[in-house]
C-alpha cells in the first residue's frame, strides 16, 4: 500500500502537497498578524504556546491526510497534547503523518515570518516522505527516501563547511532542558564552533539541508518537530546522530541530545563537543 501511494507515476505526493498549502491558506495565513488574544493559549509555560491557527491546521490536515490514504492516521502536536496515547501510533502497523501544523508558534504570534507547516509519512518507524512549508518566507521543500530533497523544486545538497571555518550550530535553549543536557549542549560553546539558539526546528533543517547552517543540536525528541527535517537533511546529503552514535528513532527513548548535519565529519565534531559537555 505505501509503495503503491509513494510511487512516483501515482500522482499522491502532488496532492499531499495541495492539501498542505489548503490548510495553510485556509487556516493559517488569515490569521498571520491578525490573532485575537482569545486564539492564543499558553499549554505548560508562556514559552509553549497553542493558537487557533495550530488547532484548525491540525484538524484540516487529518480530515484530508486520512482520506488520501485510507487506514492511515495522524500524530499532530495538538492531539498528543490532548490525548498522550496518540503519540502510540507511531510504533503501529499503521501508516502514520506526523504533523506540525506550526512548527515556531512563537515567531508566529508575534507576526515574523520564521514559522513552517511540517508533514511526514511514516511506516513501521521508518519515515518515508516529507513536507516543509514555509509561506510567508516562500519555502517549500519536499523529501522521499531514497529520492532525494528539493526545495522550491531546486535539488537539495547539503555539501560540507568550508575548511578552518567555525560551525555554525543551532542548539535547544539550555534554560529548557535538563541538568545533565544542559552541561552537554554548553559543550559546543567552544573554539571552533558558533552555537546559538534555534528557531523554529524546521527551518533550522531546511538551513543544514541547504548548507546555509552547518548543524542542529536539540535535547527533546517529539517526532513532529523532526520527522520531516531529519528525512530533509539525509535526503541532501547530510547524517544524523544520537549522543550514544545511533539513529534518531521516532518513537521515542533517544539518547539526547542529538544532531543533525551537513557531513559525516561536522556530525562527529558536534557529538565529541556535546559528550565533551557532559
Known sequence: ?????????AGHLTQVGAAVRAAVADEILPRYQQLAAHEIVEKSGPHDLVTAADRLAEEHL????????????????????????VYEALGGDAPVWIVDPVDGTRQFVHGEPGFCTLVALAHHGEVLASWTYAPVLGEWAVAV???????NGTPLRSGSPAPGAALRVAMSHPDYTSDAQ????????????????CGSAGLEYLAVASGAQDAVAFNWEFAWDHAAGLLLVTEAGGTESTLSGGRYRITGGNDLPFTAARDAATARRVLDALRAGV
Open 1 to 9: 500500500m505505501i509503495d503503491d501511494f509513494l510511487a512516483e507515476n
Open 62 to 85: 487529518t480530515a484530508s491526510l486520512t482520506e488520501l490514504l485510507p487506514g492511515s492516521v495522524v500524530v499532530g502536536e495538538e492531539a498528543v497534547h490532548a490525548d498522550p496515547a
Open 145 to 151: 527516501r531514497g529520492r532525494g530533497a528539493t526545495l
Open 182 to 197: 544542559k552541561r552537554a549542549l554548553l559543550g559546543l560553546h567552544t573554539e571552533g564552533i558558533d552555537a546559538r539558539a
